[in-house]
């Protein structure tokens, strides 16, 4: 099955630095991949996501790209403020032909912007 | 749009009882709803995926009379945790797919945190 591994587990960055954190998945047929933000004792809150017909997505301040051949796929913050601290989470979706529409996580990021 | 509400936010039970968890979404008909649990600092683990008017389909390792799964409209699914345990306690969080071709967004609900006394 599908597995998708998240770099780094913690990142630690200075107000208006940017953020990047990484991910790799392992099945070549995933077709979707989302990143979620999850603030202490709340639920994850999609942030930005990308198909994989598209290279580069961007949204204000935040950025995903995708690189199919080599299978990964990377989430960039730009200008980063102290409410963008928070848990990061990459996922693949795995497809539809494998009978299992379900987004596999990886493990997820602690993202802390130091004012 | 696209909001997906749970209640009770926060359980507390007694080991033996059942506690029974509702996921809405409130402003889009899913096709599918999501069970996780998420145990702290750790990721999210999926439990079952479950679609409307059919029965839940349990991912590997879940017990599927302990953690029962009604999907009765498009709108709202219920997860029950029967006979609870102290090692139930988690943070559990369901999500929805908007119905309709095309749609591959997972929408989070705030989760429910369950305490098994």
Known sequence: ???????????SVQEGDSAVIKCTY??????????????????PQLIIDIRSNVGEKKDQRIAVTLNKTAKHFSLHITETQPEDSAVYFCAARTPFRS?????????????TVNP | ?????????????????????????????????FWYRQFPKQSLM?????????????EQGVEKDKFLINHASLTLSTLTVTSAHPEDSSFYICSATPQGRGYYEQYFGPGTRLTVT
Request: charged letters at 20%.
């Open chain 2, 46 to 58: 999926l439990m079952a995926t479950s679609n409307e008017g059919s029965k839940a389909t349990y």
């Open chain 1, 26 to 43: 392992s099945d070549s047929a995933s077709n979707y991949f989302p990143w979620y933000k999850q603030e202490l004792g709340k639920g």
């Open chain 1, 99 to 111: 009978g299992s529409e379900k987004l596999v996580f990886g493990k997820g990021t602690k993202l």
């Open chain 2, 1 to 33: 749009g696209a909001v997906v509400s749970q209640h009770p936010s926060r359980v507390i039970c007694k080991s033996g009882t059942s506690v029974k968890i509702e996921c809405r979404s409130l402003d889009f008909q899913a096709t599918t709803m």
């Open chain 1, 1 to 11: 099955g599908e597995n998708v591994e998240q770099h780094p587990s913690t990142l």
